[in-house]
C-alpha cells in the first residue's frame, strides 16, 4: 500500500542536528576569548613599530596655465547645389558646326584686307614710276644739233641737260616759243642717266618746234625734252592716296566683318542653349 502523504517541511526534524548557530559547547567564535592573545594592535610594554613617523612630502609642483590654442579655423559655407538641394545642371554641349556664320568668313575679310594693301602698293609704285618715266626726256640730242621736237603747252614741256661735270649752255627755239630759266636745281633719274631740268618751254600753241642747244666746255653734255617735275605731282598725289586709302578700306571691311561674325555667332550660341 503506497504512502501517498507529503514530504515533511525543510526545517529541522526532530533528533537532527542543529543549524549553524552556536551550540552548547561548542568552540566559541573567531573574536578574542578569554585568556587569548591580543589583537594586532601595540600591546602595553611593547617594542614600538617600524618607527619613524611617514615621511613629510613636499607639496606638489605647480604646473603652468594651460598653452592658449587659436580660435578654430572658420571654413566657408558649404557649396551650393541649387534650389533645394539639387545638383547643378550643366548645358548641353553645342555642335560647332551648327553656330553660324562659320569662322572661315573672318579668314576671308582679312584675306580682302591684305589684297587691299597689295594692290595699294602695287598702285602706288606704278604712279611714281610712270610719273617719272613720262617726265624724263624721250627725244635727247648732242651739243650743236638741231632737233625737231612736237610741243604740247598742256604737257608743260621743258628742257634737260645730262652732263659729269658743270657747263655754259645756250639753248634756241623757233615758231615764237620761248625758254625761261628753271628756279633752284631739279632732277630726276631714268634707267642710269641723271637727268637735271635747266629750261622750260613756253609755247603759244601745239605744234613741232625747232630747238638747238650749245656747250662752250669740251664736255659729253646731252640734251633733251620732257616735262616740268611739277608736271608729276597728280601722279605722285594719285599713288599715295591709293597707298592710304585701299589698304585702309580693307582694314575697315577686315574689322567690320570680323565684329559682324563673332556677334551673330554669339547669337548663334545662345539661341542653340536655349533650345537646347
Known amino acids: 500500500m503506497s504512502d501517498n502523504s507529503p514530504p515533511p517541511p525543510y ?9 549553524y548557530g552556536p551550540q552548547p559547547g561548542s568552540q566559541p567564535g573567531y573574536g578574542p576569548q578569554p585568556g587569548s592573545q591580543p589583537g594586532y594592535g601595540p600591546q602595553p610594554g611593547s617594542q614600538p613599530g617600524y618607527g619613524q613617523p611617514p615621511p613629510q612630502y613636499g607639496p606638489p609642483p ?8 587659436g580660435p578654430p579655423p572658420q ?15 550643366f548645358p548641353a554641349r553645342i555642335d560647332s558646326k551648327a553656330i553660324k556664320p562659320r569662322l572661315w568668313w573672318i579668314a576671308l575679310v582679312w584675306g580682302i584686307a591684305v589684297a587691299c594693301t597689295i594692290a595699294g602698293v602695287v598702285l602706288f609704285t606704278n604712279g611714281i614710276v610712270s610719273s617719272v618715266s613720262n617726265i624724263a626726256p624721250t627725244k635727247t640730242f648732242a651739243s650743236g644739233e638741231t632737233v625737231t621736237v612736237p610741243i604740247d603747252p598742256a604737257n608743260k614741256p621743258a628742257v634737260y641737260l645730262s652732263s659729269d661735270t658743270a657747263v655754259h649752255y645756250e639753248c634756241q627755239i623757233s615758231n615764237g616759243a620761248r625758254l625761261a630759266k628753271t628756279t633752284g636745281t631739279q632732277t630726276v633719274t631714268s634707267g642710269s642717266v641723271k637727268w637735271e631740268q635747266i629750261l622750260v618751254i613756253n609755247a603759244p600753241s601745239r605744234g613741232d618746234y625747232q630747238l638747238s642747244c650749245t656747250t662752250q666746255e669740251q664736255a659729253d653734255v646731252r640734251y633733251g625734252v620732257g616735262r616740268e617735275l611739277t608736271s608729276a605731282a597728280g601722279g605722285i598725289a594719285g599713288g599715295v592716296m591709293a597707298l592710304i586709302l585701299i589698304p585702309g578700306a580693307g582694314l575697315l571691311v577686315a574689322i567690320a566683318g570680323t565684329i559682324i561674325v563673332l556677334v551673330r555667332r ?7 542653349a536655349v533650345g537646347g
Open 62 to 69: 605647480q604646473y603652468g596655465p594651460p598653452p592658449q590654442y
Open 75 to 89: 571654413y566657408g559655407p558649404p557649396p551650393q547645389y541649387g534650389q533645394y538641394g539639387q545638383q547643378p545642371q
Open 11 to 19: 526545517g529541522p526534524q526532530p533528533g537532527s542536528q542543529p543549524g
Open 266 to 272: 554669339s547669337g548663334a550660341r545662345k539661341r542653340l
